[in-house]
């Protein structure tokens, strides 16, 4: 934790005369208040209110007024902003942010690349009801050798190793037939990174599933997005005995082979899912497998919530959204070797040149990104299809 920088931020959006209370006391909030210069009012944490050095609610309540700053030092802090604006609390700093924002000055400095998505195909085989793919306009197909290793290449050229390699984008990595080469020359070329993707898996045969392990793929992420046959067709467009049978020969192999192979399901939760998330959890956590909750969204159509406040009158970077992390740590790369946006940018509306001819080094200091990403840090967007994008703040 950078605190003298977090001090400086935060001293940068406050008055000498305003009293900063914590709202958390958990290990981020403990860690905080030993480390920091600022004088500290008052603590707010619903699980110690009976420790002596918290301030009870009720009085944070009565001292509510135009000198109070609340800093919430809790990774909820959705949820207690939503609070603070019931009890009419004007002013507050989410902690977190500012640490996100510091790595984020950093990033600037020195790029680095956390998640390589590459769509390996934009072709899909399912027809779901909340995705992308069956509208695209863009040409689909099949990511060819030549475009693959002008990656690799240009990501050595970068001297950028990412965290995880994710070969999806659009479509169905399994159309791909030289998926599991791809992955073999991943792992040979960047062994500290983890590799896998999100699959509908109903396309998996036996021989496939064999590959899955012995390519050491480190993790798959399968849409299944419902819990019963009729709901699954519909939302899908595929066949859910051939997804069962294909997914219960994973975990058995899984099982079988002692296999490190990280398993996850996920499912897009809708207005008409929601009687079934606690039964879909338990039928696959039961069974060691992971389970991923998606927020249901139009690709950068949809307004998300606001969830920082902006005081009035003063000078003030409690901001109304939070930062892309996209924006800074992920590189995409469509089937045709054009550079995305970000993975939620279906169309590659803006031009960010192709592998081919421009390197990755150019599209992470490019003017356009940097604009993007430095008005993220003043709370506005340069770019209106950033503005109506509802995954920003599912992130």
């Known amino acids: 934790m950078n605190i003298e920088r977090i001090d400086q931020i935060i001293k940068e959006n406050i008055r000498f005369s305003d009293k900063i209370v914590i709202w958390g006391y958990g290990k981020l909030g403990k860690a905080f208040v030993v480390q920091t210069s600022l004088h500290i009012a008052g603590i707010y944490d619903s699980c110690a209110e009976e420790q002596e050095e918290v301030l009870p609610i009720s009085e944070l ?9 609340v800093i919430i030092t809790t990774y909820q802090d959705r949820e207690v902003s939503r609070q603070l604006t019931k009890r009419n609390m004007k002013r507050w700093i989410s902690l977190p942010f500012v640490i996100a924002s510091i790595e984020f000055e950093e990033h600037l400095r020195h790029p680095h690349i956390k998640n390589c998505m590459i769509e390996t195909s ?10 992308v793919n069956p509208s695209l306009k863009r040409k689909k197909g099949i990511m060819s ?37 791809k992955i073999r020359r991943l ?37 299944v997005n419902a819990v019963e046959k009729a709901e699954y067709e519909k939302i899908m467009g595929l066949n859910w005995d051939r997804l069962c049978e ?6 058995e192999q899984r099982d079988k082979r002692e296999s490190d192979l990280d398993i996850e ?17 338990s ?20 307004k998300g919530e606001t969830l920082f406040s902006k005081s009035d009158g003063y000078r003030n970077k409690v901001f109304n959204r939070p930062l892309c992390q996209q924006l800074y740590q992920d590189i995409c790369v469509f089937s045709d070797g054009a550079y995305a946006m970000c ?36 709370g506005s967007c340069g770019l209106d299809i950033c503005k109506d994008c509802s995954f920003v703040d599912s992130q």
């Not at 497998?289 to 249901?296: A, D, E, G, S, W």
């Open 122 to 131: 934009s072709i899909c085989n399912a027809r779901c009801e909340f995705c």
């Open 343 to 378: 993975c939620f940018d279906s169309e590659g509306i803006y031009d960010m040149g192709n592998v081919m001819d421009t390197s990755i080094r150019n599209v992470l200091q490019s003017e356009m990104r940097r604009k993007i990403k430095e008005t993220f840090l003043d």
């Open 246 to 251: 294909n997914l219960n020969l994973l975990i």
């Open 283 to 302: 039928k696959w956590t039961d069974r060691g497998v992971k389970v991923r909750f998606l927020k249901q969204g139009k690709w950068l159509q949809e």
């Open 61 to 69: 309540e009565r001292q509510n007024d135009e000198r109070v700053v």
């Open 265 to 281: 399901v996920s499912i897009v939760k809708t207005q008409d899912n929601q009687n079934v998330i606690e039964e879909f959890y």
């Open 145 to 181: 050798d030549q475009v693959f290793d002008r990656i690799i290449w240009r990501l050595k050229e970068a001297k950028q190793e990412p965290e995880v390699f994710r070969l999806h984008l659009c479509g169905e990595p399994l159309l791909d037939p030289g998926i599991f080469w």
């Open 187 to 223: 792992k040979e070329q960047f062994p500290n990174s983890k590799t896998g993707y999100t699959t509908n898996f109903e396309l998996a045969t036996p021989r496939m599933i064999s590959e899955i392990f012995d390519c050491e793929q480190d993790f798959i992420v399968i849409s």
